[in-house]
């Protein structure tokens, strides 16, 4: 197979945020009528629209009210990172449930996906030394909690290990 020179991958032409290493970011928008959730992986220049109105860009919460019941909290068990969805259980009705928990770290999205019923946490089995969490509530928005310099902590038990950021 010939690759073409515009195939070509150009490293000195690659995205700085790859380049670094940092975690991708992409951009949520909601549709203030029928509720549907659109992601944004890259940027272009058209707005956009959903039920004929343009989308409201969904920006992320990392304190305030709705705290208890949405903010990440993290702990290690090994080398796993278990996420819970607030210091205290979010409901999991069909009406309002986390659609899914994201883990963004060294470059790379992990996301668990989630539905009505199902315990707002996810465990994943990654070492990530920093990074952010992600949490989205199908009712409440987007909430967010970096992390940065966890050590590694031997399991001693059963026992989550809190990471104090
Ligand atoms: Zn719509
Ligand atoms: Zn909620």
């Known amino acids: ?57 969904v920006l992320a919460i990392s304190s305030g009210p709705g705290e208890k019941a949405h903010l990440p909290v993290l702990a290690h068990h090994g080398k796993s990172l278990h996420v819970s969805v607030g210091s205290r259980r979010h409901c999991a009705t069909e009406y309002h449930h986390i659609l899914w928990i994201e883990l963004l770290a060294s470059g790379q999205s992990h996301r668990k996906f989630l539905g009505p019923g199902e315990a707002a946490e996810a465990l994943f089995n990654i070492w990530a030394g920093q990074g952010t969490v992600r949490a989205l509530c199908s009712q409440d928005g987007l909430w967010e909690k970096g992390f940065t310099k966890i050590k590694t902590v031997p399991v001693l038990g059963k026992g989550a290990i809190p990471i104090n950021r």
């Open 1 to 57: 197979m010939v690759v073409s020179d515009s195939n070509r991958l150009d490293l000195n032409n690659c995205s700085p945020n790859l380049a670094a290493g940092l975690a991708p970011v992409t951009s949520l928008h909601r549709c203030s009528v029928c509720d549907t959730f659109v992601e944004i992986i890259e940027q272009g220049g058209a707005e956009q629209t959903c039920c004929g109105r343009p989308m409201m860009p």
